[in-house]
């Protein structure tokens, strides 16, 4: 029994009965079967309105529509942004979805098919590893940082190439998310640009030294910064080293993309670099892709030497000194165009 309420028929407060009772309820076009509570005046029988049981039906009528359909619920999708430690707006952006889309759905909307498709496959963390790697830019510093390390704390409970990738995200995201400023180029880093960046210098020159593709970089980095006027290409730093600019921490960036995306082989004359995947030109826009083109066209077949003597001769390197690091406002200066 429960506490009196309202009857409108015996215009009093009665007590009331609550009664199982099965409905038939049409949502999307789809009849859903329910069991709910619905409750009765004691006097007359007449049914009464109780709003918090209208409220349990309805989520009793809303969840019995979503198991019917493999439909995700609130709960679940609350879940998922818990797995990842991201928050409904991120996980929006990185899916290219409106930012309230989530939102949305997290306060009671029922996704559409598609999203929802989406959604689910998200709980496997290799499907969402794998959106993380591509999209990761559409994110900022902080929810990139938090993210992986949901991914890598995940890696325990899957298969290694999974863990593998889980631990090297987070550990260069901890390295080099730092606040944009005038030593990255103003620009969040972006792992993907940058793992597609060395996959296509070494592409183009048929494998490279090292030595050779950190003044790639550092031109590549440059000569965007220089022809937008206020934004790089990958987000790294660069510190003025005796053979030229160099990224910092350059020989852990190497390190932690070996056996991944790219092949280490000390020839003895230096560490070359092959790459173990395809470029993906879409990574880019056609003004990134530019950059890269203008790079590897001036210094296509370049000796590491040569390169190297090349960019003692850039403003940037001469009015700095060993281990200083290098902003990007000598841009304006470089040699390239």
């Known amino acids: 029994m429960m506490d009196a309420t309202y009857c409108y028929l015996c215009d009093q407060t009665v007590e009331v009965e609550l009664k199982e009772e099965e409905e038939v309820h049409v949502i999307r076009g789809t009849s859903v079967h329910c069991e709910v509570d619905n409750a009765y005046c004691r006097h007359c029988g007449n049914q009464v309105y109780i709003p918090e049981i209208n409220d349990r039906n309805l989520d009793m009528i809303d969840n019995a529509y979503r198991n019917q359909n493999s439909i995700m619920t609130k709960l679940e999708i609350e879940g998922l942004l818990k797995q990842y430690d991201i928050g409904a707006k991120p996980l929006a952006a990185l899916l290219g979805w409106g930012e309230v889309t989530i939102i949305r759905y997290l306060k009671g909307q029922i996704p559409d098919r598609a999203h929802n498709e989406t959604l689910k496959r998200l709980q496997d963390p290799e499907v969402f590893g794998t959106l993380f790697e591509k999209d990761q830019d559409k994110l900022t510093s902080t929810a990139k940082k938090k993210t992986a390390a949901a991914l890598q704390a995940l890696m325990s409970s899957h298969q290694p190439a ?137 210094f296509r077949n370049w000796s590491a030497q040569r390169i190297s003597e090349y960019s003692h001769h850039e403003k940037a390197y001469r009015e700095n000194d060993h281990s200083d690091f290098i902003s990007f406002s000598y841009a304006r200066d470089l040699s390239l165009v």
């Open 162 to 298: 999974l863990n593998k990738f889980d631990s090297r995200v987070s550990s260069l995201l901890n390295v080099y998310s730092n606040q944009p400023d005038e030593f990255n180029g103003f620009t969040d880093f972006n792992l993907q640009k940058l793992i597609q960046t060395i996959v296509y210098f070494a592409v183009m020159e048929n494998g490279i030294y090292k030595t050779k593709m950190n003044k790639l970089l550092w031109y590549a980095d440059m000569l965007r910064y220089k022809r937008t006027g206020y934004t790089s290409l990958t987000g790294l730093s660069y510190k003025h080293n005796f053979h030229g600019p160099t990224p910092h921490y350059f020989s852990y960036l190497y390190g932690s993309l070996e056996d991944v995306d790219i092949t280490l082989t000390d020839d003895g004359l230096g560490e070359y670099i092959n790459p173990l995947v395809d470029f993906t030109p879409n990574v880019f826009s056609n003004e990134e892709k530019q950059v890269l083109d203008t790079v590897i066209a001036t």
